[in-house]
């Protein structure tokens, strides 16, 4: 293994502890094989609102903002950090984004995945894919159950009653 991947090898495993748990480093680096690293600068757009996705991210540097669109305002509704994944969910389910996804700073570091390579990963490295694939549902069950708090604060906020 050269520097350079030595050095992508660490990174992965030091940022994306719970993908990489259940993968030797060999796997982890046989994984990289079927990714690109894709670099950003400040406020630079990775996805928009209503393209449907053909790639998600693993960051593995830096941090994309979560942006709603009103008119010409923009306005963040979250932020995802090194090790998390992003873009999965229209990757997934094909339908159009959301939300716009933007660079906070410049240096965020992405892992991409596309469609061709991940459905190469899944024929050549099912132990991979699989564990890739899991990884995408604890990631969205995560999401799933942090806004289902998070809708149930605004409904005590705005109603002022209790949780029942």
Do not use: W
């Not at 660490?10 to 030797?24: G, M, N, R, S, Y």
């Not at 010409?72 to 094909?94: A, I, K, N």
């Not at 410049?106 to 899944?122: D, K």
């Amino acid at each position: 293994m050269n520097h350079v991947n030595s050095q992508l090898l660490q990174q992965i495993k030091d940022t994306c502890p719970e993908f990489c748990a259940a993968l030797t480093d060999d796997e982890v680096v046989r994984f990289l094989r079927y990714t690109r690293i894709r670099e950003l600068g400040a406020q630079e757009i990775v996805a928009n609102i209503g393209e449907i996705s053909d790639r998600f991210y693993l960051v593995i540097g830096g941090a994309v903002k979560l942006l709603q669109v009103d008119g010409e305002r923009e306005f963040e509704v979250g932020q995802l950090e090194p090790g998390s994944l992003v873009g999965e969910m229209s990757f997934f389910d094909r339908q159009p984004r959301t939300v716009r996804l933007k660079a906070r700073r410049s240096g965020v570091r992405l892992l991409e995945i596309n469609r061709q390579m991940y459905n190469r990963i899944r024929i050549e490295e099912p132990y991979i894919a699989t564990n890739l694939l899991e990884f995408v549902v604890r990631s969205l069950d995560f999401l799933v159950r942090h806004l289902s708090d998070e809708n149930a604060k605004l409904h005590k906020q705005v109603t002022g009653l209790g949780y029942r």
